[in-house]
């Protein structure tokens, strides 16, 4: 599992570690822009990457920095201003296995109007990992902090993702390009939580939201007529 971070979340990703390291088998912090192993970070499951040293500073994208690595796996991305619960990864496995591990899956995502412009705001159904949704969805694009896939159907590499914070778009292109259902997997409210503990005004979607004309120019082509189903 991967998660990217700033530091100014230390605080946040002590609560999002802590709620998901005896789930998995090997956790991946990506640091943007610091290096530092906080004392929660000295833990045999989890290495830490630093953009200090890698010299390349993605935001979110650091998420799926050396995926392509990682053969044959169950490979889930985090955000570290969420705290997950105890059957985060066995659920969202499961869900996987449902669809014969053939698609995406998320727990956050949209489908875009018709002849959509902006991404950010012309919307046609959104599903929020904090809330409800009482059955599976198709979408065309979902959110990366909480998603899995399996590695051997899903071929994605970190330069594929070429421009900062924005995994979600990059992800969804890359899947449609593929002709890989992304799937929002039905959960209760409030079974993934948001840390207040993180500045809502400090989040890629605050940041993004009335400045967005680069991840527009991206829809430019994107068949929104088009939802790819599992089959």
Known sequence: MWSATIESRSS????????????????????NGYKKINDFLN???IEVISSIDTGSDMGDAGKYYCVDNYDNCYYL???????????????????????????????HGRTLKPDAHCYYKD???YFRCLGALNEDRFVHFGGTGVMGFHTSAFN??????????MADIWIGLLARKQLLPIVVRKHASGWIK?????NLNETIYKKYEHSHSFQNKLLVGFETNIIIEYK
């Open 43 to 45: 833990h045999e499951k």
């Open 77 to 107: 991305s985090l955000d570290d201003d969420l705290i997950y619960p105890p059957d985060y990864v066995e659920n969202l496995i499961q869900g996987l296995n449902y669809y014969n591990n053939e698609v995406i899956l998320s727990y």
């Open 123 to 125: 919307y046609q159904e």
């Open 194 to 198: 948001y840390n207040d503990k993180v």
């Open 12 to 31: 946040a990703l002590f609560d999002m570690v802590s709620s998901i390291l005896n789930q998995v088998d090997k956790l991946i912090i990506y640091q």
């Open 156 to 165: 994605v590499k970190y330069e594929m993702l070429k421009k900062a914070n």
